[in-house]
């Protein structure tokens, strides 16, 4: 289902400057995992949220607002152990990184951030919540990708 929600919010209400945008992802728990966000740097143009079995995925495109982009805020998750792994890319430049998150208290916080080069082709971030399932082999994530293009 594509949603063009983040496009008015992010450019029309801030008269096309939007700088930041905050989001839940999803809006209800899955699987006990939800991410809370502020992208900054980026106007989105749009997302399409996908679920399968045991993932879902948020796809966020956007243009580039700035020389910066940024994501933070905190990742949820009510499983024993999970890990969240976040990674921002602008040109040839990446940031990656990974974090537990402990059941107690649940919740991790991140920010990132990235320059962006007069040059790029775009900037990439993407942030995975992934439990540990103790070898069981149930495969479940919550992930979001967001994609930002140069405005022309």
Do not use: C, W
């Not at 990235?114 to 990439?124: F, L, M, Q, T």
């Amino acid at each position: 289902m594509k949603r063009i929600i983040g496009a008015i919010l992010g450019l029309g209400l801030l008269g096309g400057a939007a700088s930041a945008r905050a989001d839940v992802f999803p809006d209800k728990p899955y699987f006990g995992m939800q991410l809370e966000y502020k992208l900054e740097g980026v106007a989105p143009t749009g997302y399409e949220d996908l679920e399968t079995n045991r993932t879902v995925t948020r796809l966020l495109e956007g243009l580039l607002t700035g020389k910066k982009v940024k994501i933070s805020g905190q990742a949820f998750s009510v499983e024993e152990a999970a890990e969240l792994t976040v990674t921002i890319s602008a040109g040839p430049d990446m940031k990656k990184d990974s974090y537990p998150i402990k059941i107690v208290p649940g919740r991790r916080e991140f920010s990132f951030e990235i320059d962006v080069p007069a040059k790029a082709r775009g900037s990439h971030i993407s942030v995975l919540i992934n439990p540990d399932d103790k070898g069981k082999n149930l495969v479940k994530a919550l992930r979001l990708d967001v994609t930002a293009r140069p405005k022309r």
